[in-house]
């Protein structure tokens, strides 16, 4: 009898399938089997005056999955949970045991850093039972994700027509707006400066004025620049030398936020697409030998490093570069680091980019070279420079410039392509020296507006903030721009660089949060939020306490919000409807801005900016041959084809081709597939004899009707998951 193993991701199962062997069988449960319902009051799927009981139900698209499992759990010997080993891995794990039946001390959890033989091997030796520290977690953000995006998305689409609010999403989303508002209200400052160009022995090189009499040089009008000017044209004598050696040590290795961050200023890709190579490369690719992982688990905010991995990349460094490379470098993690498990790093040295670069494709490639180097970086020893600063003066004005010299590589052999670094070589001068400029120059400038957020920029302060976590910045930045708040564009014709300009909808959003919601939409409270779901995590706090806390402080901001939000009305065409009369008004669509009547629903007029009114379906006169009650009206797809449909649409779905052929829906196709496969699988049931006596484990399992969840909180909450449990 097979061991059954479930992880989360089907590419995944087929790596570890070939390291367990025949004696398992490892299957996906693809993501999240179930998810809070949409039904009780408001739709929430929680309980609010039953200590936020929450109730689950499984995912519409996953109940032939679990009925699978079910089925593969009740022949199987032991079951394995291996799903991801952070907050959302424990709690897809717990569902499973929920819904498999499984017994609540069973240990059956087993987790690993990085999908390899030896990794895989060892945590299926040392299983445990799930943390429900973290499951808890997991759900206490999951519900306070469902308030915020259920009652607060609602209010703002009644109000405003605002797509969504999130508790993460929404601060973002401030932050940006509040960067356009500096921008457009800065008022750019006149400064000068002057720049002196010399030339010894070949080699040119500018110093700038630095020092008037002693003092920081602040040239605020063209009146004080020409008067610098007119007083520094003759010659210069060099008043001072210094000589100076700088050290600079490697980066540390990759957490998420940074991996994204680098990928999108080095290698342009997003952080959505980073995650996603990130991913594939996690989970295994078959570089000639079946399928392997390449990197450790993506998403971290550690950037500790086992001794293993630290104790070969010595090796390496000392065998490849010598000994002199070999560094000592031990990182710290930041004070809200979890620390769950290691930096992202490569599994094994042995896997040079190089020699496994023909069976990755150029994204793989790039991004997994990056993460070797930067793993293997951090652990050399620092690079060493040699600089020079010297000050040419003529009278009380004084002239600075440097130069910088690479004197030893060191970790920067290895990082050197992703570090810019050149060196300014300035001439031999000694103390005392005169020298003739080639020029002075005073060159006009203005202080410039704070930069607006790329990418990578916007990430770097969610996490210096506290804001959210490393795995959730690709989904926050990705939902904010499918939600119409904001554009991600060049910031100039000529400049390469996409940052983000908010939309009007999104400056409307944040301004009407602010006005209703300015004590829990802000950085301050948002950060504090994921501190104390790192307490619950670590058993240290209460969830039910802490959902009370901001429920308390939430409801009545949000009636505050229904009385006295204004609600902005459609903006007027200036025309009236042709069909019934009533002012045309602009409204937004799926496909975008359109115009339509303000008597909407009991008048469907409608019609594009441009004048073009949608086609009306054509009567054919012919009966519906599926329904027998309905008309076929000749239609416009969206994608601009014609077919014939019911008139009864949606209770009649028939259509067909304008020759008359049926056209099966993708609804119906799945349905069909459905069928086929309960049939199939009915009759391979019935073929087989019958099944043999289940292990003591699995019997448990099958009296079990549903797991209770053991906690170390208070007894109430124990009572509300076990009151979720039995319905």
């Known amino acids: 009898m097979k061991n059954l193993v479930i992880v989360e991701s089907p590419s995944k199962s087929k790596t570890i399938q070939k390291y367990l062997g025949k004696d398992y069988e490892v299957v996906s449960s693809k993501g999240h089997i179930r998810d809070l319902a949409i039904r009780g009051k408001d739709g929430l799927g929680v309980d609010v005056d039953n200590n936020f009981t929450p109730t689950y139900v499984i995912s519409a698209d996953k109940t032939s999955t679990v009925s699978e499992l079910k089925k593969l759990a009740k022949k199987s010997g032991s079951v394995y949970l291996a799903t991801d080993p952070d907050r959302e891995g424990e709690a897809i794990s717990w569902h499973l045991a929920q819904e498999l039946g499984l017994p609540e001390d069973a240990v059956d959890r087993v987790t690993f850093n990085e999908i390899t033989k030896d990794a895989v091997h060892q945590a299926f030796a040392s299983p445990r039972t799930i943390d429900m ?417 901001f429920w308390d402080q939430f409801i009545p901001l949000l009636d505050e919000a229904y009385e006295n939000m204004e609600k902005i009305k459609p903006e007027e065409v200036g025309e009236n409807c042709p069909d019934c009369g009533k002012p045309l008004v602009y409204r937004t669509g799926p496909y975008g801005k359109f115009i339509s009547c303000s008597g909407f629903p009991s008048c469907h007029y409608k019609r594009q900016l441009d004048g073009k009114e949608k086609e009306k379906p054509e009567p054919t006169g012919r009966p519906c041959p599926e329904c027998k009650e309905g008309e076929l009206l000749k239609r416009k797809s969206r994608y601009g084809t014609y077919f014939c449909g019911c008139s009864r649409f949606p209770k009649c779905r028939y259509m067909e081709s304008l020759d008359g052929k049926k056209i099966v829906s993708k609804r119906e196709k799945a349905a069909k597939a459905s069928a086929a496969k309960k049939t199939t699988a009915k009759k391979t049931a019935e073929k087989k004899p019958a099944a043999k006596k289940t292990t003591a484990k699995t019997t448990a399992a099958k009296k079990t009707t549903a797991k209770k969840t053991t906690t170390r909180k208070t007894t109430a909450k124990k009572t509300s998951f076990e009151t979720q449990s039995e319905a």
């Open 133 to 549: 520290d973290l499951v808890h977690s997991q759900e206490t953000r999951r519900i306070l994700d469902r308030i915020i995006g259920f009652k607060l998305s609602k209010l703002l689409h009644n109000k405003i027509k605002s797509k969504s609010a999130g508790r993460v999403q929404s601060v973002a989303l401030k932050l940006i707006v509040e960067r356009e508002k500096e921008i457009q209200a800065f008022v750019p400052v006149e400064y000068w400066t002057i720049d002196a160009k010399f030339r010894k022995d070949g080699t040119d090189f500018t110093a700038s004025l630095s020092k008037i009499n002693g003092e920081k040089a602040e040239l605020h009008n063209e009146e004080e620049a020409m008067k610098a000017f007119n007083a520094c044209n003759g010659e210069f004598t060099v008043s001072s030398i210094r000589e100076t050696s700088k050290s600079t040590a490697p980066f540390k290795p990759f957490i998420t936020s940074t991996l994204q961050q680098e990928a999108s200023t080095k290698l342009g890709f997003s952080a959505k697409r980073t995650m996603s190579i990130a991913q594939r490369l996690y989970e295994g690719v078959d570089i000639g030998n079946g399928e392997e992982g390449l990197i450790t688990y993506m998403r971290t905010d550690s950037t500790r490093l086992s001794d293993l991995y630290m104790n070969a990349a010595g090796e390496f460094i000392e065998s490849r570069y010598g000994k002199a490379y070999r560094g000592y470098y031990r990182v710290k993690n930041d004070a809200n680091a979890q620390d769950a498990h290691e930096a992202i790093r490569p599994t094994s040295l042995d896997n040079e980019p190089e020699k496994i670069k023909s069976h990755l494709t150029s994204e793989q490639y790039r991004l997994y070279k990056l993460i070797y180097a930067r793993a293997l970086a951090s652990q050399m020893s620092a690079a060493k420079f040699a600089g020079k600063s010297v000050v040419l003066s003529r009278g009380i004005y004084d002239f600075s410039t440097s130069g910088s010299t690479l004197v030893f590589d060191g970790w920067l052999k290895v990082y050197g392509d992703y570090y810019s670094s050149k060196d300014t070589v300035l001439p031999e001068l000694s103390e005392g020296e005169k020298i003739d400029p080639l020029e002075v120059v005073p060159n006009q400038h203005f202080t410039e507006p704070p930069a607006r957020y790329t990418e990578a920029r916007l990430i770097k302060v969610l996490e210096e903030q506290g804001v959210g976590r490393p795995s959730t910045y690709a989904m926050i930045i990705d939902t904010i721009q499918a939600r119409n708040y904001v554009t991600l564009a060049n910031s100039t014709e000529k400049s390469k660089t996409k940052v983000f300009f908010p939309t009007e909808q999104g400056i409307l959003t944040v301004d009407k949060l602010d006005e209703f919601f300015s004590s829990i939409i802000n950085v301050k409270y948002t950060a504090e939020m994921e501190t104390d779901l790192d307490r619950i995590a670590e058993g240290e706090a209460d969830e039910t306490a802490t959902l009370k806390r």
